[in-house]
């Protein structure tokens, strides 16, 4: 099932990375965000050992009236977009489906990220009709033992499981393309399990997976998830490197995969390597704040102001030049760069869901 939106989608990544290229060499801003995230609320109903989100104070819940009114800024801008739609739970904030209402109604494709907790066979039927573009699973282990512990929740992996047949169910039944998506944090409690994840997701016949290498978020994360097991992450890297090459479908590149390695010595990247994602991402947060990275200031207030004036703004592109200059080796995929090969790889492989 071909999706024209995908085409459309990766004809504008494709104008930007021209556009990057000019910005670079002349300094002038013809750059779009292409990427565009919203990390919608801080509420969480699991108990993942590598993520605080749960434990917050669940003050700030912006309405859905806020979110589409400047969701609709960006699409008098930009026209149609994609967004990735995380938190929190996405799935648990109680007007969340007003916001998925909108940009269907709008032609703006959207992904949601969810620890999948909150669907059924309703939900995903409801999901398929507001064609949303992608569901990404959170998915930390190959076995319910290790799923399960990582997040905190009995049975949490069955579940996962019975969701993905809902979901391939209701997308037969209605006939229409959804991308289903594994995305799996490597850490030391996973490690060994990653090439199993893979192979479970050829198996279950879903659209791929995506790995993200542990971040120090959690107490958990600085000690004991952290892999200080490098001859083992060697290893479990020249493994998955060898199904990605016998053309598994993992959706990020060989270089990503490589790099797990700096991430966990925390080595710099070497200065060659630039950071694109202030040339890319719009990324707006629970508060309303919105960020090119979230490791640097907030470049505007999205209750206040237009996308298109934040984007523009003098804050951003200072900021913008800044990120350009960091040399974290920051492998965040909601919110880093892809190279050329990720977009292409991606880009194939969602055309064929
Ligand atoms: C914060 S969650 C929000 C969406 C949803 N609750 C979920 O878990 O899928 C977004 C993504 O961040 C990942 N994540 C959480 N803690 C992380 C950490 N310490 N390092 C890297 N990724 C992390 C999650 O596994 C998930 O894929
Ligand atoms: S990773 Fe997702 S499911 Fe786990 S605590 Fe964080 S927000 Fe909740
Ligand atoms: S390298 Fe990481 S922290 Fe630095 S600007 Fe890029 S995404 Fe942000």
């Not at 393309?177 to 199993?196: A, C, G, Q, Y």
């Not at 001859?231 to 490197?241: G, H, N, Q």
């Not at 995929?333 to 090969?341: F, L, P, W």
Request: glycine fraction near 4%; charged fraction near 25%.
């Amino acid at each position: 099932m071909i999706d024209t939106k995908t085409i459309n989608l990766a004809f504008k990544a494709g104008r930007n990375l021209f556009y990057q290229n000019f910005y670079m060499k002349t300094g002038i801003n013809l750059l779009k965000p292409t990427n565009f995230y919203s990390i919608i609320n801080e509420f969480c109903n699991a108990r993942c050992k590598i993520c605080d989100m749960w434990t917050r104070n669940k003050i700030i819940d912006l309405p859905a009236e806020i979110w589409i009114k400047h969701l609709e800024s960006i699409h008098d801008w930009l026209g149609r977009y994609y967004i990735s739609f995380s938190g929190g739970e996405p799935l648990i904030k109680k007007d969340f489906f007003n916001i998925l209402e909108f940009c269907n109604q709008k032609g703006i494709s959207c992904g949601v990220v969810t620890n999948s907790i909150k669907i059924d066979k309703q939900m995903a039927e409801e999901l398929i009709k507001l064609r949303v573009f992608n569901i990404s699973i959170s998915v930390d282990g190959a076995k319910a033992e290790t799923h399960d512990y990582l997040r905190g929740v009995p049975g949490l992996f069955d579940h996962v499981i019975e969701v993905v047949s809902y979901l391939k169910d209701a997308k037969e039944k209605n006939k229409v393309p959804l991308r289903i998506i594994f995305k799996t944090v490597v850490n030391s409690r996973n490690l060994e399990e990653i090439p199993d994840i893979i192979r479970l997701v050829e198996k279950l016949g879903i659209t791929g997976v995506m790995f993200q290498p542990v971040f120090k978020w959690t107490e958990a994360t600085k000690n004991e998830l952290w892999v200080k097991d490098i001859e083992t992450l060697d290893k479990v890297i020249r493994e998955v490197i060898k199904l990605y090459k016998n053309g598994s479908p993992i959706l990020v590149s060989q270089d990503t995969i490589q790099l797990w390695r700096n991430h966990f010595l925390e080595e710099k990247l070497e200065p060659k390597r630039i950071c694109n994602i202030g040339l890319n991402n719009y990324l707006m947060q629970w508060d309303g704040k919105v960020f090119l990275c979230t490791f640097f200031p907030s470049i505007g207030n999205l209750s206040e102001t237009k996308a298109k004036d934040i984007w523009y703004s003098e804050k951003a592109e200072n900021i913008r030049k800044a990120t350009i200059n960091c040399r974290k080796t920051c492998l965040n995929t909601c919110t880093s760069k892809k190279s050329i090969n990720d977009r292409l790889k991606q880009f194939f492989q969602l055309l064929k869901s």
